[in-house]
């Protein structure tokens, strides 16, 4: 098990070659059967409307805004359908945290859903956005989570989580939830059987320090709970955002491979390490998967929030599975809960 020592050290260290080794061993190690997986899915932003104002998003717009939005339900249902079409599995569907929407909105909409696409998997809501709905429905954070898993929510991303050291979140989202409630929301979603993903957005200001704090308190988390079915690193898009105007120096590719590498090292007990090509192209990614990733993460049908804070990237299904093969990997369409059962 890496110590953070360790991962100082190698945050430190000029030898990227030798650690992306060290993380590619381990990678074989947790997954001999030399697959790399993708999924097709598509996010769905149903609301823009935020009270946050986080200064690293370029998505949101103000309560009552001209441009603010909830999409209609046959909107939503219009957009899935699409998805299915093309051989989609899931949707990931987050919003900005609006406090319009109770328990009873999420209630209705996943439960017609459901109703009109039983096999697609919901893949929903952020932390920050999970707890406005429990406080505005006047419910625990359990109840708020058990009733969204009857109605039809599947899983839940692990959006929210930026950096999880509170002085970095007052810095570039001073309204978001703490990192502690991030926790929380995490472990009793893990505590009904819902498993979630765990993120990190890093490049945004941060210290190497709270970077390794931040893999730590998820590693803990894991240990306890075992719910998180992957870890997903991707670096601060800093065009049209506040924060952007400060932090001047995008975190480069030779950033995203160390944080990847020492990241899959850290977490041995998280399975799955996606590496990304929306913020870092199909290049980058593709080395990724020599860096300890073994998922590329989606053709992404539709992708609002990371794209409008300067992200331009685009691939196919076709692109995906090259990628993977020319990396000397068996290209595997995955569902949501990483199974890779399709034939293809």
Known sequence: MMTNRQARDWFESDDLIGLGMEAHALRERLHPEGIASYIIDRNINHTNECTEYCSFC????????????????ETIAEKIQETVDVGGTGVLMQGGVNPNLDIGYFEDLFSRLKLRFPDVQLHCLSAPEIL?????????????????????????????????????????????????EWVEVHRTAHSIGMRTTSTMM???????????A??????????????????????????????????????????????????????HNILNVQTSWVTQGLKVCQLGLRFGGNDVGSVMLEENVVRQAGASHTATEEDLRRMIREAGFIPKQRDTLYRTYYIN
């Open 58 to 73: 370029a998505f949101y717009r103000p309560m009552g805004h001209s441009e603010g939005y909830v999409l209609p339900f």
């Open 132 to 180: 406005t709905i429990a406080e505005v429905s006047g419910l625990s954070l359990r109840d708020t989570l058990a009733r969204l898993q009857d109605s039809g929510m599947d899983s839940m991303p692990g959006a929210g989580a930026e950096i999880l050291d509170n002085d970095v979140r007052r810095r570039i989202a001073r309204l978001k939830c703490t990192a502690e």
């Open 202 to 212: 890093f490049g945004c200001g941060e210290s190497v320090e709270h970077r390794i």
């Open 214 to 267: 931040h893999l730590d308190t998820l590693r803990r988390l894991q240990d306890e709970t075992g719910g998180f079915t992957a870890f997903i690193p991707w670096p601060f898009q800093p065009e049209n955002t506040a924060l952007g105007r400060k932090v001047r120096e995008e975190a480069t590719a030779c950033e995203f491979l160390r944080t990847l590498a020492i990241s899959r090292l850290y977490l």
